[in-house]
């Protein structure tokens, strides 16, 4: 009509691209399903040539979106589908994830929460596929603030973390009952912290990158302090060179678990048109 596409037609580029819908003032409006030349396919809805209502793209390689669209990017609602078997389910926007939504990875490990521009951000809980679960503040993909974190056998801890580490002040319970609650560094006990024994017995003392240095008082039920001699050894005679508390040494190993889950754990962009 007055050499303008209107109706419905097909359209064939010369690298093999097609577009089979409607059109309406010479460029593709309603509904529409288009092939690129790669082999990946959109069908739904179409506004002035761009992808923008609802609409479920296909990827050759096996990954998919369903949901809706905004001028050839995703925005909205969704669910993004990896040709790994990861599924996302959530909000988008520009293309990107953003605001809640919850991923799941093929291996059972799953994160619920807040999204900024396709990176965990915000608040969440990321659940490993052993049985581990943090659940607190996250910045740039990474546990950053106050959290949550426990394991399957008991081990708990609770305070904040500075990328991916423990980092601040925080409490760490072990799975008999002993508790570390004090200042934390890149991961590990460092600073004056106090101590409590599976027998209720409470001390402060000085820890350095993870290590005990020495005891400094005992902490009785009223809340004040008694001076000790630190004489190297410790409730059950061990040395205070041994990374006490005495899971110490395992508390750090756990950090290590922990950054290297999260270094790999993600890798999640949104297919394109």
């Given at each position: 009509?007055?050499?303008?596409?209107?109706?419905?037609?097909?359209?064939?580029?010369?690298?093999?691209?097609?577009?089979?819908?409607?059109?309406?003032?010479?460029?593709?409006?309603?509904?529409?399903?288009f092939?690129?030349?790669?082999?990946?396919t959109?069908?739904?809805?179409?506004?002035?040539?761009?992808?923008?209502?609802?609409?479920?793209?296909?990827?050759?390689?096996?990954?998919?979106?369903?949901?809706?669209?905004?001028?050839?990017?995703?925005?909205g609602?969704?669910?993004?589908?990896?040709?790994?078997?990861?599924?996302?389910d959530?909000?988008?926007?520009?293309?990107?994830?953003?605001?809640?939504?919850?991923?799941?990875?093929?291996?059972?490990?799953?994160?619920?929460?807040d999204?900024?521009?396709?990176?965990?951000?915000?608040?969440?809980?990321?659940?490993?596929?052993?049985?581990r679960?943090?659940?607190?503040?996250?910045?740039?993909?990474?546990?950053?603030?106050?959290?949550?974190?426990?394991w399957p056998?008991g081990k708990?801890?609770?305070?904040?973390?500075?990328?991916?580490k423990?980092?601040?002040?925080?409490?760490?319970?072990?799975?008999?009952?002993?508790?570390?609650?004090?200042?934390?560094?890149?991961?590990?006990?460092?600073?004056?912290?106090?101590?409590k024994?599976?027998?209720?017995?409470?001390?402060?003392g000085?820890?350095?990158?993870?290590?005990?240095?020495?005891?400094?008082?005992?902490?009785?039920?009223?809340?004040?302090?008694?001076?000790?001699?630190?004489?190297?050894?410790?409730?059950?005679?061990?040395?205070?060179?041994?990374?006490?508390?005495?899971?110490?040494?395992?508390?750090?190993?756990?950090?290590?678990?922990?950054?290297?889950d999260?270094?790999?754990?993600?890798?999640?962009?949104?297919?394109?048109?």
């Amino acid at each position: 009509m007055n050499g303008k596409r209107e109706g419905h037609g097909i359209q064939v580029w010369k690298d093999g691209s097609r577009y089979e819908g409607e059109w309406r003032n010479d460029e593709s409006n309603g509904k529409g399903k288009f092939v690129n030349a790669e082999g990946d396919t959109y069908e739904g809805d179409w506004v002035n040539g761009a992808t923008t209502g609802r609409g479920v793209f296909h990827k050759k390689n096996g990954s998919s979106y369903e949901g809706e669209w905004k001028n050839d990017l995703q925005n909205g609602h969704g669910i993004e589908r990896g040709s790994d078997g990861s599924c996302y389910d959530g909000g988008f926007l520009n293309g990107e994830k953003q605001g809640f939504g919850k991923f799941n990875w093929a291996d059972g490990t799953s994160y619920e929460g807040d999204w900024l521009k396709g990176t965990m951000e915000g608040k969440g809980k990321y659940t490993w596929k052993d049985g581990r679960i943090y659940t607190g503040e996250w910045k740039n993909g990474c546990m950053h603030g106050d959290g949550v974190y426990t394991w399957p056998n008991g081990k708990k801890y609770v305070g904040q973390y500075k990328n991916d580490k423990k980092e601040g002040q925080g409490t760490y319970t072990w799975a008999d009952g002993r508790e570390y609650m004090g200042p934390w560094k890149a991961g590990k006990q460092h600073g004056i912290g106090r101590f409590k024994a599976r027998d209720g017995t409470v001390k402060s003392g000085l820890w350095e990158k993870g290590k005990r240095v020495r005891w400094i008082a005992v902490i009785g039920a009223d809340g004040q302090s008694q001076p000790i001699d630190d004489d190297g050894a410790d409730d059950d005679g061990t040395s205070s060179q041994a990374a006490q508390p005495k899971s110490n040494a395992k508390a750090g190993s756990d950090v290590a678990d922990v950054s290297e889950d999260t270094e790999s754990r993600i890798n999640a962009k949104s297919p394109s048109p």
